[in-house]
Nanobody, 116 residues
Framework: QVQFVESGGGLVQPGGSMRLSCTASGSIFDMYYMGWYRQVPGKPRELVAIVTRAGTTTIVDSVKGRFTASRDNAKNTLFLEMKNLLEEDTAVYYC??????????WGQGTQVTVSS
């Protein structure tokens, strides 16, 4: 059972940048699609980006042009580069295979707060 630990969150001002990391406890090589998700209290978790094993990405429209996702299969790590952050980007960010699988439980996520 591979587990994920997200890190890199914190408080940033609007317009700022942040880089999130997600480290897996085992190999992610066989996880063809890996996703970054985010959740605001009281709302369902939403997909932000998908990264394939080959490194190609799909970014949702709401963050396109501002967020970039990548992965390092050798280090079992994913990254989410965020720039020009908006207050509405405030959320807890998670990574997991896409679509989520029951054998890979959600991690605790990392809180990103965009506020002046």
């Amino acid at each position: 059972q591979v587990q994920f630990v997200e890190s890199g969150g914190g408080l940033v001002q609007p317009g700022g940048s942040m880089r999130l990391s997600c480290t897996a406890s085992g190999s992610i090589f066989d996880m063809y699609y890996m996703g970054w998700y985010r959740q605001v209290p009281g709302k369902p978790r939403e997909l932000v980006a998908i990264v394939t094993r080959a490194g190609t990405t799909t970014i949702v429209d709401s963050v396109k042009g501002r967020f970039t996702a990548s992965r390092d299969n050798a280090k079992n790590t994913l990254f989410l580069e965020m720039k020009n952050l908006l207050e509405e980007d405030t959320a807890v960010y998670y990574c997991t295979p896409s679509p989520p699988k029951p054998e890979n439980p959600w991690g605790q996520g990392t809180q990103v707060t965009v506020s002046s």
